[in-house]
């Protein structure tokens, strides 16, 4: 290879010179020469070794089948290596693939490093609009990557969809969704749905309904081949369930977190946000349902025609239901004494594919039909008082009237706030016990709507007084919920608001939190078995894999708004801010 002067470096590209140097290193290229092409069978029954994406499986579980690291040798788990990542918003999600593990930071800081020792074997530092602050509250933010054929790919902070060679870190493709003046943001990454790249957006009232799509490319070129929008316009199917608005009135349903798949019924299910100004009075009325926000959508992958949907509350508060879906084959029966609102149809111990899971910050659990999107059963976890009742038999959602704004001003108290409940922060599915586990907090507010007409400063059109659920001192819990039964198995609280969890065969749930400590629990009692302090917020999604036999365990830290939020209510935890991806696993 030819040597690199000084004067050489100075002009190279930051990514030529990246792939430059990964030539020189000797485990760069023993880890990539014979690299084996990822293919869509591969996505769809990956590798135990592998975690291919944001949530391992298509299904969004969350799960890892490693078992070495189990509950009796847990406690004998110690720090491999670490190392420091790039500034901003961090809240990122390892790729690992045949010992090479893949990792977006900030800003689209995207670097490859093996898995095994923590060396750089090359980066891609995307070049960035300046002005990208001027458009989007939080622009940093990037929380996971996709990997097809030979590339990794990406959807980047300046509305692109971008390809880099597996090997090099060499942009292939990349490919402008929309214009980022116009108000979408990608805070997270695609899946791939049979050779498809999936991807979703938030979307601020500047762009308009057109900003809020969700979009097809082809994974080899980056040619587009569908977009949805998930506002309902006016002339089409549900138009009128924003009254009269017209349609650049129709602001911010945004899909801004990771969609699900399902192979077989080539289903692509997504998650959709808040309207701005939530307050729907401040729209054309609290009596309308403006569609499709807070909903899941059940999306046809090769047209991203909508299938189905279902509505989960029509909000006035910013309680978003974008967050993850959980797709299970299981029996359904469940425990009326558990279980308030049941559609009477359901025959107890029929097996269904179904949808389940916490898709919003209300904290309900709901269990839809993955096929039709009937409403099977749902029920309340953390404290909530804005759903008042849910009809079994139809799914329509009551809304409490006492939480409702009728004009500017008014204060009404509501639990929870923003915060969740639920959040971006992922729970896990254990197929084994047949359970799911989230991640709650348990927040309530006196709120008031401000404005009628959306800033970046005031998206949503209110204020909020935030606060710890009354009679409770503990910000976080973690629920261990039968899919079958709907059933809490048992319930884990702590002070510090809890963050993402995994769960693996070894009878393990892994899970951080705003405090900075990192732990693993029994996943069948909720006790405590291991516990570090990392010193900064747990905000990266943990994952596990294993390389030459050898399980690890890894999870980053760093600066979130869901622990920035949640730590002003525990005022004495005063964790730093540093962002750091974390390794570990047992001895030799």
């Known amino acids: 290879m030819p040597m690199l002067t000084r004067a050489a470096i100075?002009?190279?590209?930051?990514?030529?010179?990246?792939?430059?140097?990964?030539?020189?290193?000797?485990?760069?290229?023993?880890q990539t020469a014979d690299f084996v092409p990822v293919t869509d069978e591969m996505l769809q029954n990956p590798d135990p070794a592998d975690w291919l994406m944001w949530r391992r499986t298509l299904d969004s579980w969350g799960?890892?089948?490693?078992?070495?690291?189990?509950?009796?040798?847990?406690?004998?788990?110690?720090?491999?290596?670490?190392?420091a990542l790039g500034p901003g918003m961090q809240e990122g999600t390892p790729l690992v693939y045949d010992g090479v593990m893949y990792f977006p930071n900030p800003s689209d800081l995207v670097q490859a490093i093996d898995a095994a020792t923590g060396d750089l074997l090359w980066e891609y530092r995307r070049s960035l609009p300046a002005d990208l602050g001027e458009y989007f509250p939080v622009p940093s933010i990037n929380r996971n990557l996709a990997i097809y054929a030979d590339t990794i790919i990406d959807t980047s902070a300046d509305d692109f969809v971008f390809a880099l060679d597996a090997r090099t870190g060499e942009l292939r493709w990349q490919t402008q969704i929309l214009d980022y003046r116009r108000g979408a943001q990608q805070t997270s990454g695609p899946i791939i749905a049979n050779g498809k790249i999936i991807s979703g957006r938030g979307c601020e009232p500047e762009g308009g309904p057109d900003a809020c799509v969700i979009t097809a490319h082809d994974a080899r070129t980056g040619e587009e081949l569908w977009r949805r929008r998930t506002i309902a316009a006016p002339g089409e199917p549900n138009g009128d369930s924003w009254g009269d608005l017209p349609d650049e009135d129709?602001?911010?349903?945004?899909?801004?977190?990771?969609?699900?798949?399902?192979?077989?019924?080539?289903?692509?299910?997504?998650?959709?946000?808040?309207?701005s100004p939530a307050p729907k009075f401040a729209?054309?009325?609290?009596?309308?349902?403006?569609?499709?926000?807070?909903?899941?959508?059940?999306?046809?992958?090769?047209?991203?025609?909508?299938?189905?949907y279902y509505q989960h509350i029509v909000d006035h508060w910013d309680l978003d239901h974008p967050f993850e879906r959980l797709l299970v084959d299981t029996v359904v029966a469940p425990d009326s004494r558990?279980?308030?609102?049941?559609?009477?149809?359901?025959?107890?111990?029929?097996?269904?594919?179904?949808?389940?899971?916490?898709?919003?910050?209300?904290?309900?659990?709901?269990?839809?039909?993955?096929?039709?999107?009937?409403?099977?059963?749902?029920?309340?976890?953390?404290?909530?008082?804005?759903?008042?009742?849910?009809?079994?038999?139809?799914?329509?959602?009551?809304?409490?009237?006492?939480?409702?704004?009728?004009?500017?001003?008014?204060?009404?108290?509501?639990?929870?706030?923003?915060?969740?409940?639920?959040?971006?922060?992922?729970?896990?599915?254990?197929?084994?016990?047949?359970?799911?586990?989230?991640?709650?907090?348990?927040?309530?507010?006196?709120?008031?709507?401000?404005?009628a007409r959306p800033?970046?400063?005031?998206?949503?059109?209110?204020?909020?007084?935030?606060?710890?659920?009354?009679?409770?001192?503990?910000?976080?819990?973690?629920?261990?919920?039968?899919?079958?039964?709907?059933?809490?198995?048992?319930?884990?609280?702590?002070?510090?608001?809890?963050l993402s969890l995994l769960s693996t065969a070894g009878g393990l749930i892994f899970g951080g939190d705003a405090n900075g400590r990192f732990r693993a629990l029994d996943a069948a009692s909720g006790d405590v078995l291991w516990e570090i302090n990392l010193g900064s917020p747990v905000s990266g999604y943990p994952v596990s894999f294993a390389v030459g036999g050898k399980q690890y365990v890894a999870v980053s830290t760093g600066s979130s708004l869901t622990a920035l939020g949640a730590n002003r209510l525990t005022p004495e935890l005063q964790p730093s801010s540093g962002n750091n991806l974390f390794v570990f696993a047992l001895p030799d």
Request: net charge negative.
């Open 338 to 451: 558990s279980v308030p609102w049941i559609n009477p149809r359901v025959r107890p111990g029929e097996r269904r594919k179904v949808v389940t899971g916490i898709p919003g910050k209300t904290g309900i659990v709901y269990t839809l039909d993955a096929a039709t999107g009937e409403f099977l059963w749902a029920r309340p976890t953390v404290e909530q008082n804005v759903v008042l009742d849910i009809d079994g038999a139809s799914g329509d959602v009551a809304v409490n009237p006492e939480t409702l704004f009728v004009e500017l001003g008014q204060e009404r108290f509501v639990c929870p706030t923003a915060l969740g409940g639920k959040n971006w922060p992922a729970g896990t599915y254990d197929p084994a016990a047949n359970v799911m586990y989230f991640p709650l907090q348990n927040t309530c507010m006196t709120v008031s709507p401000t404005t």
């Open 455 to 498: 800033t970046l400063e005031s998206l949503y059109g209110i204020r909020a007084d935030q606060r710890i659920t009354p009679n409770r001192t503990e910000v976080g819990s973690i629920y261990a919920i039968s899919v079958q039964t709907g059933e809490t198995l048992w319930r884990y609280d702590q002070r510090a608001a809890v």
């Open 10 to 30: 100075a002009v190279v590209p930051l990514g030529a010179l990246a792939s430059a140097l990964t030539a020189l290193v000797p485990t760069a290229l023993a």
């Open 63 to 83: 799960h890892s089948p490693l078992d070495q690291i189990d509950t009796q040798n847990v406690a004998s788990l110690r720090l491999v290596w670490t190392r």
């Open 283 to 308: 729209l054309a009325g609290n009596d309308l349902k403006y569609l499709y926000h807070n909903s899941t959508l059940a999306l046809d992958a090769n047209t991203g025609e909508i299938v189905w």
């Open 250 to 275: 129709r602001w911010h349903v945004g899909s801004w977190l990771v969609p699900s798949y399902d192979p077989e019924l080539d289903l692509v299910y997504v998650g959709t946000s808040v309207t």
